[in-house]
């Protein structure tokens, strides 16, 4: 076959062709004219294919010799020939990859060349990874029973590794150029048999499971097979590498998410197994309820919200996975249905998008040609797609934007002008995303127009004294000078910068309509001079400008949320990429439950490709941004007291640290290794994060720092298991090390947290990270008291339940030391009249909430020198790390009178909530002294415990 090639296209045919005779002359000979002429197209039409004959000739030179005639090439029969002589797993790895490129030419050939189905693509491409996996797999599992033994169960049967192909190689729709998700069980716990030296079954499959990743995953001078993405198991990077199936079994139905149901849809056992009629049944009931489950219709929207935000934040253009009507839309439309009917319609229950979409129209959820323009849509874009990831074995979904790619893929579709194409395109994609709409029900566009009098206000139509006098007499509340000074500060600004003709468009609509929304607002000089600040730095970003106009109840939020607090709107400002969350009021209002941080960061996580590690860090910060903001508005809605504030913000930090620790250990292992008694997860990373501070005394403020001190438990002279082992120390300190980048580094939106390590063994001249034997000799031996008293509010953040323990252990054996009363009190209020005379700005006329006298500072020095000096007769006053906590314990144990448990507790909250109230406003920790009363009681309390 040979396709129609413009003038680019016969330029680049000759310059691709000449390079490649330049380097192997005579490679061609053996091919005929049919045959080389297949070659050039395929050069021309693929640097993949290109570059793959360069680095490799008579590997591709044999696939133009050999051409697919069977629809699915028999890659079982071809690996298990090739992998008969295999004698370690470096030769492996080198079969596996040159097996897979060659492959992967035979099919581009096909793809781009002799234009075969879809249908047929999508089977090659999946049937090509299931069989490198189970080759490898086989191979591997008898190399480590040589070396471990045989896993069985108590009744002695052989246990096997169980692999789940999920997402499109689940559904056997796996795209040219994709990620591998993978998720590994195995039926039984039990132990190895047939070696010197038994392990159990946990080591041996994890073990295994490590090793088929590097198979497929690890770089060599071969390059790799496929990227392998794990983060879909249970508990995702911090989860076990395998799990039994009961294990599997009650974390679904204990903790799965619905977009884990969605996942599991398409989920599937790669290989023929006795097992696959079990773990299906075992899995049904979470994907497939019983009764009728229209609650995934909301779940989907949120997750499309979240997808168009994502599109929107990383500027995504002609994405035809994500973008509006693209491949994820039809998925979605098709999912829902399988999860809303599923449960009763079982012939909805697979696992293909071809095979259930005429499936939905027998069963009467669509119809004939809802269909038609689902599946023309899905073959179309698919297609598109496979075409633009083989020009370069390159995972992307975004059209090519050169001139070459261009012509290369109408080459492929057989179409003429880009402008065709596009046109063909757009057909199919508002196709789809009208069927998604209909779907799901998304709020529609808010396109109220403003009164026409506003509209001539912001174009400056009248005089001075005309728009002022017309204020008056329009926004009765207003003080109108000072709106119109605001108003024409803002015109001057933005009308010398560059907006492009829709910014300024949308820009001229938007302003008379938030004008409008101000008219009878009593604030409105101050609301507006707050919402232009925002305004102001996104008047060049159309995108955002367009949001505000568009959708129904975002600029009403952000009038609000202005209104209400100041922070808040120089935290929009300084992120603007948070007008997203303007747009679902239920979802702004409502922030998730403590537990549930960790699972939406993961859930965004999982959308980002593991080696993109930029990405990640701004998907951090954007994650901490989105739920602050989140959180600052359920504060202003009321739905938030002040306590549970401050659990939301310390539970937010502590699932982001949880976050940064597996992104850190992931990148420092893979250049290393892991700590040899971390390889079978027995004491999963080894690594603790003990928290201070407010964090330790879960009081996290919205700007607070993190107060934290890293230490490790490995054995002596342990080392890591990689290539380029290193003492295990020495891993742990490079660990730290990458945990401070991710944290401190500054990105477009910011760092993600200040980290203060000042607290740590020796501060800032000790180490970055400890042996916890070395922490709890320098806390007995070295430690000042004021280190003892940061230490009644420390608690363990990270770190497996050993590791906790032993620091409890530690905390309470330090804290429960025998001290002498005098010397404890001079050195506590030597400390607290240092700290006051450097840091109070108390005044007359104004009162330092937290360094004033009676103020927060006092409270805390109280709750820490009555443990310090009662923990000895007392153990339970160790139970708390907060200080609301210890004051009821000193109650029930008689050491705090009631009226004092009363008068500390209330002042305490009192002073908190000012604080939060002064954040909220931007007026720092200073305020009139009219506002607070009863400092006294503290400073009397004070005296009693400490002076008289």
């Known amino acids: 076959m040979t396709l129609s090639f413009s003038p680019l296209l016969k330029q680049q045919q000759t310059t691709s062709f000449r390079h490649f005779v330049e380097q192997h002359s005579t490679v061609c000979d053996v091919l005929s004219a049919e045959q080389l002429s297949a070659f050039k197209q395929a050069i021309t039409l693929s640097d993949f294919v290109l570059n793959s004959a360069l680095q490799a000739p008579e590997l591709v030179i044999d696939v133009f010799k050999k051409p697919n005639?069977?629809?699915?090439?028999?890659?079982?029969?071809?690996?298990?020939?090739?992998?008969?002589?295999?004698?370690?797993?470096?030769?492996?790895?080198?079969?596996?990859?040159?097996?897979?490129?060659?492959?992967?030419?035979?099919?581009?050939?096909?793809?781009?060349?002799?234009?075969?189905?879809?249908?047929?693509?999508?089977?090659?491409?999946?049937?090509?990874?299931?069989?490198?996996?189970?080759?490898?797999?086989?191979?591997?599992?008898?190399?480590?029973?040589?070396?471990?033994?045989?896993?069985?169960?108590?009744?002695?049967?052989?246990?096997?590794?169980?692999?789940?192909?999920?997402?499109?190689?689940?559904?056997?729709?796996?795209?040219?150029?994709?990620?591998?998700?993978?998720?590994?069980?195995?039926?039984?716990?039990?132990?190895?048999?047939?070696?010197?030296?038994?392990?159990?079954?946990?080591?041996?499959?994890?073990?295994?499971?490590?090793?088929?990743?590097?198979?497929?995953?690890?770089?060599?001078?071969?390059?790799?097979?496929?990227?392998?993405?794990?983060?879909?198991?249970?508990?995702?990077?911090?989860?076990?590498?395998?799990?039994?199936?009961?294990?599997?079994?009650?974390?679904?139905?204990?903790?799965?998410?619905?977009?884990?149901?969605?996942?599991?849809?398409?989920?599937?056992?790669?290989?023929?197994?006795?097992?696959?009629?079990?773990?299906?049944?075992?899995?049904?009931?979470?994907?497939?309820?019983?009764?009728?489950?229209?609650?995934?219709?909301?779940?989907?929207?949120?997750?499309?919200?979240?997808?168009?935000?994502?599109?929107?934040?990383?500027?995504?253009?002609?994405?035809?996975?994500?973008?509006?009507?693209?491949?994820?839309?039809?998925?979605?439309?098709?999912?829902?249905?399988?999860?809303?009917?599923?449960?009763?319609?079982?012939?909805?229950?697979?696992?293909?998008?071809?095979?259930?979409?005429?499936?939905?129209?027998?069963?009467?959820?669509?119809?004939?040609?809802?269909?038609?323009?689902?599946?023309?849509?899905?073959?179309?874009?698919?297609?598109?797609?496979?075409?633009?990831?083989?020009?370069?074995?390159?995972?992307?979904?975004?059209?090519?934007?050169?001139?070459?790619?261009?012509?290369?893929?109408?080459?492929?579709?057989?179409?003429?002008?880009?402008?065709?194409?596009?046109?063909?395109?757009?057909?199919?994609?508002?196709?789809?995303?009208?069927?998604?709409?209909?779907?799901?029900?998304?709020?529609?566009?808010?396109?109220?127009?403003?009164?026409?009098?506003?509209?001539?206000?912001?174009?400056?139509?009248?005089?001075?004294?005309?728009?002022?006098?017309?204020?008056?007499?329009?926004?009765?509340?207003?003080?109108?000078?000072?709106?119109?000074?605001?108003?024409?500060?803002?015109?001057?600004?933005?009308?010398?910068?560059?907006?492009?003709?829709?910014?300024?468009?949308?820009?001229?609509?938007?302003?008379?309509?938030?004008?409008?929304?101000?008219?009878?607002?009593?604030?409105?000089?101050?609301?507006?001079?707050?919402?232009?600040?925002v305004f102001s730095k996104i008047v060049t970003r159309t995108a955002y400008l367009e949001l505000l106009f568009e959708n129904e109840g975002a600029l009403k939020q952000l009038i609000h949320l202005c209104q209400a607090s100041s922070w808040v709107t120089d935290y929009i400002a300084k992120y603007p990429i948070l007008l997203d969350e303007l747009i679902d009021p239920k979802l702004l209002h409502n922030p998730p439950q403590l537990s549930s941080y960790a699972v939406e960061l993961r859930e965004r996580m999982l959308r980002i490709p593991e080696e993109d590690l930029e990405a990640q860090m701004e998907a951090l910060r954007q994650f901490k941004q989105s739920q602050q903001l989140r959180i600052a508005a359920a504060e202003i809605a009321d739905v938030l007291p002040v306590a549970q504030i401050s659990e939301h913000l310390t539970a937010l930090a502590e699932a982001i640290l949880s976050e940064v620790i597996n992104l850190a250990w992931q990148q420092v292992s893979e250049r290393f290794g892991v700590p040899t008694s971390c390889l079978d997860g027995l004491k999963e990373k080894g690594f603790g994060v003990i928290a201070y501070g407010k964090t330790g005394g879960v009081e996290l403020g919205y700007s607070s720092d993190l107060d934290l001190v890293f230490v490790h438990h490995s054995q002596p002279d342990e080392v890591t298991t990689g290539s380029k082992s290193v003492p295990a120390s020495q891993f742990y300190m490079k660990l730290a090390q990458r945990i401070m980048h991710i944290f401190n580094t500054r990105m477009n939106s910011g760092i993600l947290y200040e980290l203060d390590m000042r607290l740590r063994p020796s501060g800032n001249s000790g180490l970055l990270v400890v042996h916890l034997n070395t922490f709890a000799q320098y806390q007995h031996e070295d430690a000042w008291t004021w280190e003892h008293q940061a230490l009644v509010r420390a608690r363990m953040i990270f770190g497996n339940d050993e590791l906790r323990q032993q620091f409890i252990n530690v905390r309470q054996a330090v804290l429960s030391q025998p001290r002498e009363f005098t010397e404890l009190k001079n050195d506590i209020i030597t400390m607290r009249e240092k700290m006051r005379s450097h840091l109070s700005k108390s005044s007359e006329s104004h009162f330092d909430i937290k360094q004033g006298t009676g103020g927060l500072v006092d409270i805390e020095f109280l709750a820490q020198f009555l443990v310090l000096a009662y923990a000895n007769q007392h153990h339970d006053l160790m139970l708390f790390c907060d200080n609301l906590g210890i004051f009821k314990r000193l109650l029930k144990l008689d050491l705090l009178e009631a009226v004092e448990q009363q008068k500390l507790s209330y002042m305490y909250q009192k002073l908190r909530a000012l604080g939060h109230q002064a954040t909220m406003q931007n007026e720092g920790q200073l305020i009139d002294r009219q506002k607070v009363t009863g400092q006294s009681a503290i400073t009397d309390i004070w005296h009693k415990c400490l002076i008289d």
């Open 69 to 533: 005639k069977e629809e699915l090439p028999d890659y079982k029969s071809l690996l298990l020939e090739q992998l008969s002589g295999c004698l370690d797993e470096a030769q492996l790895h080198r079969i596996i990859r040159h097996f897979r490129l060659q492959q992967m030419v035979k099919i581009a050939l096909d793809d781009l060349v002799f234009n075969i189905s879809l249908d047929i693509s999508l089977k090659r491409l999946s049937s090509l990874a299931d069989e490198l996996i189970l080759a490898s797999l086989q191979w591997l599992t008898d190399f480590c029973q040589k070396k471990w033994g045989t896993p069985t169960n108590e009744q002695g049967e052989q246990q096997v590794l169980l692999v789940y192909g999920m997402g499109k190689l689940g559904g056997r729709e796996l795209n040219f150029s994709s990620d591998i998700d993978l998720i590994f069980t195995y039926p039984e716990s039990g132990e190895t048999q047939g070696c010197r030296r038994s392990i159990d079954n946990q080591q041996f499959f994890t073990r295994l499971a490590q090793k088929l990743i590097a198979s497929l995953h690890q770089i060599t001078c071969d390059g790799f097979a496929y990227r392998v993405d794990m983060r879909l198991r249970p508990f995702g990077d911090s989860g076990p590498l395998v799990l039994t199936f009961n294990a599997m079994e009650d974390y679904y139905q204990e903790q799965g998410r619905d977009w884990e149901r969605y996942a599991m849809l398409k989920a599937r056992v790669i290989g023929e197994s006795k097992y696959h009629e079990q773990l299906s049944s075992m899995l049904r009931p979470f994907v497939y309820r019983r009764y009728i489950d229209f609650s995934v219709i909301d779940s989907l929207r949120r997750m499309k919200m979240m997808i168009a935000q994502e599109v929107r934040r990383k500027q995504l253009i002609n994405n035809i996975k994500l973008g509006a009507g693209g491949i994820r839309e039809i998925e979605f439309i098709v999912q829902v249905f399988q999860l809303i009917r599923g449960g009763r319609v079982k012939e909805l229950q697979q696992r293909s998008l071809l095979i259930v979409l005429p499936k939905l129209v027998e069963s009467g959820e669509i119809n004939e040609t809802n269909k038609d323009v689902l599946e023309s849509a899905y073959r179309f874009l698919r297609r598109v797609e496979n075409i633009i990831q083989a020009l370069a074995d390159k995972q992307t979904q975004t059209l090519p934007d050169n001139e070459l790619d261009q012509q290369r893929l109408l080459a492929v579709l057989a179409i003429e002008t880009w402008h065709d194409f596009l046109a063909l395109l757009a057909k199919h994609m508002n196709g789809v995303h009208q069927e998604f709409d209909l779907l799901i029900g998304l709020d529609s566009p808010n396109h109220q127009a403003a009164d026409e009098h506003w509209v001539t206000l912001w174009h400056s139509r009248w005089s001075d004294e005309e728009s002022i006098a017309w204020l008056d007499q329009e926004a009765l509340a207003w003080q109108s000078d000072k709106v119109w000074q605001i108003l024409h500060d803002f015109r001057e600004d933005t009308g010398k910068r560059s907006l492009g003709n829709r910014g300024r468009q949308v820009l001229d609509k938007l302003i008379p309509l938030l004008l409008c929304r101000l008219q009878k607002n009593e604030m409105a000089e101050q609301v507006l001079a707050r919402v232009l600040q």
